[in-house]
């Protein structure tokens, strides 16, 4: 595995991180560029299991607008992104929502919530 340049989004300073394999099986990394240890953490989720927060809207009954915004819980799997988004273009809920209802409960098996992020 070679070297992957990446900047990290953990927080404001936008750091420019280099992550390497630290043995040949590239079961430990070595993370450098980061300006504090959440950069390294970062790094290496990254490379190992990316994750994302997944924020959108769904379909909604009696109330004023058509659509509730929702977000996630925690983070799910890059992987499993374009699936869950498929599953949000299927569900309506009816009002009223109040904010942090659970409109879906354990999404696709991750343990992760999908919650209205708004009251209607």
Do not use: W
Not at 17 to 41: I, S
Request: net charge positive; hydrophobic share 40%.
């Amino acid at each position: 595995m070679e070297v992957k340049d990446m900047v990290c989004i953990v927080c404001p300073l936008g750091c420019k991180l280099q992550v390497k394999p630290a043995n040949d099986r590239a079961t430990e990394f070595m993370v450098e560029g980061n300006k504090c240890p959440r950069g390294a953490e970062y790094g290496v989720k990254e490379l190992t299991n990316p994750t994302r927060v997944i924020t959108s809207t769904v379909r909604i009954k009696n109330a004023h607008l058509n659509r509730i915004p929702v977000k996630t819980n925690g983070a799910i799997p890059k992987g499993l992104m374009e699936e869950c988004m498929r599953k949000l273009n299927f569900v309506e809920v009816k009002s009223p929502v109040k904010v942090g209802d659970v409109i879906i409960k354990d999404v696709l098996g991750t343990g992760i919530d999908i919650v209205a992020t708004r009251s209607m």
